[in-house]
């Protein structure tokens, strides 16, 4: 089975999760509960290390600033053999790099989806590499998703750090990157994933999340569809909503790698304009399962045009989603 509990009592949780043999997966959310303590920690894990089944968790950590509650969690995550981690440190916002390195290099070896939330003002360059260095040495990870979107101090060096890793992942099929809302992500940190993509061999389904990252441009959309090109996915997400230095112009070069796709979801800024939504339903084919185009942000864009985007998907007997703040009703 499974649970899901959001409480500060961890010692005696812990002595109940050992009599819950048969769990599989558990969600423990701290995010409200204050200061993580040693104690509570170490219960939680000694509990779940003695569940021979225990495959998968989901921890929200709270605030922490003791090194000895960031080893043991470190080391508790170490002792389980998981195959799937969600782990959100994203309230940690003071931990220290020396920290990160602890909990991350808990990681354990067996994992095979590895979702990390670290949307942390604190974050920078070294975190990034320190996240990096977690990664590469995970050789089991087929899916992986990192939230770093308030992240404002990570440049080029920290995202160039994190993709080099992804492309050393030899079983990696699917990555997302929720950058949402970034203040500090532009073209070159960007770029410094795209030119690292081509070496992720097995990669099927992409998600990129920029919605607001207000300083990327044509350039970085270009750079994602010189990377597609090289390295085609079957499934995309490419939510540039509110990007309003994105026009047509980089859209129209991203079009034609889109042929082969089942799934897409596309979020654009109106300014893209009509040339590029028409682009874009120019190169779709009839592999196509699931469509969705987002238009939010930027100038207003006619509502036949939205029209065109539903019948070009029933054409294609895809199912068809057109919505966003930009049609003109």
């Known amino acids: 089975g499974s649970g899901s509990l959001n409480l500060g009592g961890l010692t005696s949780l812990g002595a109940a999760l050992r009599k819950l043999s048969c769990l599989r997966s558990f969600e423990l959310n701290l995010a409200a509960s204050g200061l993580l303590g040693l104690d509570g920690v170490v219960s939680i894990f000694s509990a779940l290390q003695s569940l021979q089944d225990f495959v998968?968790?989901?921890?929200?950590?709270?605030?922490?600033?003791?090194?000895e509650s960031c080893r043991a969690i470190g080391s508790g995550l170490a002792s389980l053999q998981l195959k799937k981690l969600a782990l959100n440190i994203s309230n940690c916002w003071d931990?220290?790099?020396?920290?990160?390195?602890?909990?991350?290099?808990?990681?354990?070896?067996?994992?095979e989806s590895l979702a990390l939330f670290a949307a942390s003002s604190a974050v920078g360059d070294g975190n990034m590499s320190i996240v990096g260095q977690g990664l590469a040495r995970l050789p089991l990870l087929k899916q992986v998703k990192l939230s770093l979107g308030s992240a404002p101090a990570v440049t080029r060096y920290g995202h160039g750090a994190v993709a080099d890793a992804l492309a050393?992942?030899?079983?990696?099929?699917?990555?997302?990157?929720?950058?949402?809302?970034?203040?500090?992500?532009?073209?070159?940190?960007?770029?410094?994933?795209?030119?690292?993509?081509?070496?992720?061999?097995?990669?099927?389904?992409?998600?990129?999340?920029?919605s607001c990252c207000t300083h990327i441009t044509d350039v970085g959309v270009v750079g994602i569809a010189q990377a597609l090109e090289a390295r085609p996915v079957r499934s995309l997400a490419l939510v540039a909503t509110f990007c309003n230095s994105v026009s047509h112009r980089s859209v129209e070069a991203l079009a034609p790698t889109l042929a082969g796709v089942s799934e897409l979801t596309l979020g654009l800024s109106g300014n893209t304009g009509r040339r590029g939504v028409r682009a874009v339903l120019a190169n779709l084919?009839?592999?196509?399962?699931?469509?969705?185009?987002v238009c939010?942000?930027?100038?207003?864009?006619?509502?036949?045009?939205?029209?065109?985007?539903?019948?070009?998907?029933?054409?294609?007997g895809a199912d068809v989603t057109a919505r966003g703040t930009c049609w003109d009703a």
Do not use: W
Not at 56 to 67: E, F, H
Not at 285 to 293: D, P
Not at 296 to 316: Q, T
């Open 285 to 293: 084919t009839t592999s196509l399962e699931k469509l969705q185009i």
């Open 56 to 67: 998968s968790l989901d921890l929200n950590v709270a605030k922490t600033r003791t090194d």
């Open 168 to 210: 050393s992942i030899a079983n990696l099929q699917s990555v997302s990157l929720d950058y949402g809302c970034s203040t500090s992500l532009g073209d070159d940190g960007l770029l410094a994933f795209c030119n690292r993509m081509p070496r992720m061999q097995k990669l099927n389904h992409l998600e990129l999340k920029l």
């Open 296 to 316: 939010s942000g930027g100038r207003v864009l006619p509502e036949y045009l939205r029209e065109e985007v539903l019948a070009r998907g029933a054409v294609l």
């Open 95 to 111: 931990m220290e790099e020396a920290n990160m390195a602890v909990v991350v290099g808990g990681f354990p070896t067996t994992l």
